[in-house]
């Protein structure tokens, strides 16, 4: 007796369901307002790092970046279902953080001089780091000491304004485009492109006798 087609044809493979760690942010989004808390987990995994590295580098302070660090998720749970995906999870994360950030350095009367490595400073292709440009070997004095350059730098990226000094976070520690940019802190790229000259205008004055 011949075996039915349906028997001779070969189980449809089951495929097994994604990992948390295998999902994007958008599908991780979706479970946390279904109140799958641990998939915030994973997005908090995914972003503190990068957080943690903004903050810090707008306030030089351990204790106040893991502080407005837990603050920024926190209010990024609560306010989750405000999410609705017109812009990437990363960018929304951001402009939280920046919210917060520059209103805490706003309130904060004495900054502390903010520890800037000459290490963290990122290249892109769109245009070249207002940081590295100035600190590059052909612009710099072949004897100055690296470690008062350093210091020297701190102080002259104190002088910024919070709106300018994170623009220059963002595009040379983040790597982040001019466009990334201009979405997470609500303005045009032409705007974040000005902002970037000004800085490096103002560093350069700042460090002319270095250059």
């Not at 304004?161 to 303005?187: F, P, Q, Y």
Request: hydrophobic share 30%; net charge negative.
């Amino acid at each position: 007796m011949p075996e039915s087609q349906e028997s001779s044809e070969n189980p449809i493979p089951v495929s097994s369901p994604k990992t948390l760690s295998e999902m994007n942010d958008i599908e991780l989004v979706a479970l946390v307002k279904d109140g799958k808390t641990n998939a915030y987990d994973e997005l908090i995994n995914r972003y503190k790092g990068k957080i943690y590295s903004t903050i810090y580098n707008m306030t030089s302070n351990h204790e106040d970046t893991n502080d407005l660090m837990l603050e920024v998720f926190e209010k990024a749970y609560f306010s989750i279902e405000k999410f609705k995906g017109k812009s990437s999870f990363s960018t929304w994360i951001y402009q939280i953080t920046k919210n917060h950030v520059i209103n805490f350095c706003s309130r904060r009367k004495n900054q502390s001089d903010k520890n800037f490595s000459l290490n963290e400073i990122e290249m892109d292709d769109e245009n070249r780091s207002v940081l590295k440009e100035l600190v590059s070997p052909e612009n710099t004095d072949r004897d100055v000491n690296i470690n008062e350059l350093q210091k020297n730098l701190n102080e002259s990226l104190q002088k910024l304004s919070n709106e300018h000094r994170l623009t220059v976070v963002l595009h040379d520690v983040e790597g982040k485009t001019s466009g990334e940019i201009g979405a997470i802190m609500g303005c045009s790229e032409g705007t974040v492109r000005s902002r970037l000259h000004y800085a490096r205008q103002q560093l350069q004055n700042s460090l002319k006798k270095y250059l």
